[in-house]
């Protein structure tokens, strides 16, 4: 696929109830028309209140693996027993609208855009500095509580593969910048700066 400036991607990484989905809203907000969400594809079932094509697109494994047969995914991954993928032509219809397409992505996913040398801006967003796991662990159930948007299993789930995403960020080299949201305002206002600097010539 063909990457230029005014293509670049944000690529926005982190374990569940970091604050990725606020802090892309955020952008969204400030920036009107110039992002559009990279809405990924999957073969799980849509959940209440979620909206094919706006949500995910949801397909079956045959069309997934259609997709994939035909080199359809710039990254796809399996989770449990479904899978996920960003598509080519997702990120083809952004382009054609001229704006920037947004990815929120596990570490795998981002590791594999970047190995496909898709030029982006890769942010990783923790939710504290501090390497104590049993802390970071109380922040995100604390969000997720606070979001209330899963039951106790599911938060717990999403909790255990904090560390897994934050040991395999460890392992990752490539992330342009590393954001701490412990403190909604700062962060976004951080972000902010980010994107002025990164997106400087898709903003004039
Ligand atoms: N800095 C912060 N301090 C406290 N609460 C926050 C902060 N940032 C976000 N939150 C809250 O934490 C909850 C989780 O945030 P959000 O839904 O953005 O997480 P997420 O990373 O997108 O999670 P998921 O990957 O599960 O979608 C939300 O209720 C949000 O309002």
Redesign the pocket.
């Known amino acids: 696929m063909e990457s230029s400036a005014s293509f670049r991607p944000l690529v926005v990484v982190?374990?569940?109830?970091?604050?990725?989905?606020?802090?892309i809203k955020k952008v969204f907000d400030k920036y009107v028309d110039k992002f559009s969400f990279s809405v990924s594809y999957t073969t799980r079932d849509p959940r209440e209140g979620e909206e094919n094509g706006v949500h995910y697109h949801f397909i079956d494994h045959e069309q997934f693996q259609k997709m994939e047969d035909e080199d359809g995914f710039i990254e796809s991954c399996n989770v449990h027993t479904k899978k996920y993928g960003t598509a080519v032509c997702e990120l083809d219809r952004i382009k054609s609208e001229k704006k920037i397409p947004v990815l929120?992505i596990d570490v795998q996913g981002a590791t594999k855009v970047n190995s496909k040398g898709i030029d982006s801006v890769f942010i990783f967003?923790k939710p504290t500095d501090s390497e104590d796991i049993e802390e970071v662990r109380k922040i995100l159930s604390d969000?997720?509580h606070?979001?209330g948007t899963e039951n106790e299993e599911q938060i717990q789930g999403?909790i255990d593969q904090a560390a897994g995403e934050i040991e395999a960020f460890q392992n990752s080299d490539f992330f342009t910048y590393t954001l701490i949201?412990?403190?909604?305002e700062k962060?976004t206002e951080r972000l902010f700066e980010i994107m002025e600097k990164e997106y400087e010539q898709e903003f004039k």
């Open positions: 982190g374990p569940s109830g970091v604050g990725k989905g606020t802090l929120d967003i969000r997720l606070g979001r999403r949201n412990d403190d909604l962060t």
